[in-house]
């Protein structure tokens, strides 16, 4: 069997000989039988974007002149409860804290840590509100710059496998997995994962993605820390960190949905071509990657089974906003709905925009196009045609971060 090294493609890279492509590069000379030999390859950049919801964040920050409290009990950023600890700080007037990406805030509940880590990331002054064990309340306010240490762990993130939901019940339910309450008799679907662009799915024997590898998380330099909470063979998942101070807002965010919050990240991963089984793993395209789909009231209640190329390929990944069909509506669906807050004051801004496709299903006026797609299925011995409903995956930033890996490992920014 052809074999490479670390060494050796750390040398290529060196000297300005490596081959390096991101995911979309090579799979896209798969599919134009163009797909360069394993001779020709050194590295392929993957990334996957999408709702992650075991993401945490651990911040050191401070409140007030030492000696004012002993010990916070609780804490609360832009009305956010963190968990106090697990550092006491005691009598310093700091405070040591765990906020979850999914705690939203006690005055927005639409507002949950996703938004204040986008928010911090972009320079804005936050909130924090402390009530000491003594019963005193503390307010003051800070900044991302300010903070002593802010730093992600992500305790499930890069899945590999995911299920899609419908919802054949007649009643509207309520989910994490789509933006508001999807409608019941099979009206929509509604999905995530990157497909053939996902780490894990390029990697599918765990050859190179291991503990201790690198990474680029948020675009901040990250490390694998192990396997995830919930990972398995069958349904492998990382578990990263990184600091946040280094990560870009563009690819980090809040996400809402008809439970409440969530929180998105973007990752990307090199994976060095040292064998003829890692190439051959490379080769996976999104038609052969099965996506099974089931009742949205639970993982548990399987209805079919499609695959990634039906949710991606041939798709548009933004919708275009035509504003002479806009009518200035007092109570706007679509800011109401969209759930990275996009659109605010008949104004769409696209570097906010995850292309989820709520908008265009939910202007009165029909103001939004974009093809999402949609998907023939089989559930019990009947076929439906069922549209894409709602995305929560981004391939568009999943591409934008594995392009910026490789110009990273080319400039030699990024060592393997």
Not at 5 to 21: F, G
Not at 26 to 31: A, E, P, T
Not at 33 to 44: G, I, R
Not at 190 to 217: A, M, R
């Amino acid at each position: 069997m052809l074999r490479k090294s670390i060494n050796e493609i750390n040398k290529k890279i060196e000297d300005n000989e490596a081959s390096v492509y991101t995911i979309s590069e090579f799979k896209k000379l798969i599919k134009e039988n163009k797909t360069p030999e394993f001779e020709d390859v050194d590295v392929v950049t993957c990334g996957t974007c999408g709702v992650m919801s075991g993401t945490a964040a651990i911040f050191n920050l401070t409140v007030a002149e030492p000696g004012l409290f002993k010990k916070a009990k609780n804490i609360y950023l832009n009305g956010i409860p963190g968990n106090v600890g697990p550092c006491p700080n005691e009598w310093l007037g700091s405070v040591d804290l765990v906020l979850h990406g999914t705690s939203k805030s006690t005055y927005n509940t639409n507002y949950g840590g996703g938004f204040l880590l986008k928010d911090l990331l972009e320079g804005k002054e936050i909130s924090i509100k402390v009530e000491s064990i003594e019963g005193e309340t503390f307010t003051s306010k800070t900044s991302l710059k300010e903070m002593g240490r802010a730093q992600l762990i992500g305790t499930r993130m890069a899945f590999k496998n995911y299920t899609a939901f419908t919802n054949p019940n007649n009643e509207s339910i309520s989910s994490i997995f789509n933006a508001i309450p999807l409608e019941g008799n099979l009206k929509g679907l509604t999905f995530s994962g990157c497909g053939d662009l996902n780490p894990l799915e390029n990697d599918s024997d765990n050859n190179v993605i291991k503990e201790g590898s690198n990474v680029l998380l948020n675009d901040s330099k990250g490390i694998i820390l192990g396997e995830g909470t919930r990972s398995s063979n069958e349904k492998p998942n990382l578990m990263l960190s990184a600091d946040i101070k280094q990560m870009n807002s563009e690819f980090v965010g809040g996400f809402k949905t008809g439970e409440g919050p969530e929180i998105y990240n973007t990752i990307a991963i090199p994976i060095p071509v040292l064998t003829e089984e890692i190439y051959n793993n490379l080769l996976i395209t999104n038609e052969r990657i099965p996506l099974n789909v089931a009742d949205i009231k639970g993982r548990h209640l399987p209805l079919a089974q499609t695959n990634y190329s039906l949710m991606w390929d041939n798709h548009e990944m933004r919708p275009k906003f035509d504003s002479s069909k806009c009518n200035n509506c007092l109570n706007c669906k679509v800011e109401e709905y969209c759930p990275t807050e996009a659109f605010k004051d008949n104004n769409l801004n696209i570097k906010k925009c995850f292309g989820c496709g709520i908008c265009i299903y939910n202007c009165e006026n029909d103001s939004f196009e974009m093809n999402i797609g949609n998907v023939d299925l089989n559930i019990n011995n009947q076929n439906y045609n069922i549209p894409i409903y709602c995305r929560q995956s981004d391939i568009l930033r999943a591409k934008k971060l594995s392009s910026k890996l490789k110009t990273m490992i080319e400039n030699k920014e990024f060592l393997l």
